[in-house]
Nanobody
Framework: QVQLVESGGGLVQAGGSLRLSCTAS????????MGWFRQAPGKEREFVCG????????AYSDSVKGRFTISRDNAKNTVYLQMNSLKPEDTAVYYC????????????????????WGQGTQVTVSS
């Protein structure tokens, strides 16, 4: 079994920055892609960004492109989400997700493309 633990959420003013981290542990048998999703109250969970196993390929939703950056440190089994120029509409619970089944360089954008999830971390952006 694999565990994902997020950290780094909090309260920030509009225009500010936050960095989220997600560390994987447990029975990891292959290289894996990672993603970040978010869910605001009353809304469905939505894709934010993802990164392939090597870090060579990334994908972003249009709403965060140019403001958020995903990266990873495979030596630490950790993926990061640097969030800049935050807006009130970025307020949500942020979840990291792992695709621990080998799919080559795929970066899934749907929740069904990931088989393990973290517990979520709250990000609140005040106006």
């Amino acid at each position: 079994q694999v565990q994902l633990v997020e950290s780094g959420g909090g309260l920030v003013q509009a225009g500010g920055s936050l960095r989220l981290s997600c560390t994987a542990s447990g029975r990891i048998y292959s290289d894996y892609a990672m993603g970040w999703f978010r869910q605001a109250p009353g809304k469905e969970r939505e894709f934010v960004c993802g990164i392939n196993w090597s870090g060579e390929y990334t994908a972003y939703s249009d709403s965060v492109k140019g403001r958020f950056t995903i990266s990873r440190d495979n030596a630490k089994n950790t993926v990061y989400l640097q969030m800049n120029s935050l807006k009130p509409e970025d307020t949500a619970v942020y979840y990291c997700a792992g695709d621990f089944t080998w799919h080559g360089n795929r970066v899934a954008v749907a929740t069904t493309g990931y088989d393990h999830w973290g517990q979520g971390t709250q990000v609140t952006v005040s106006s």
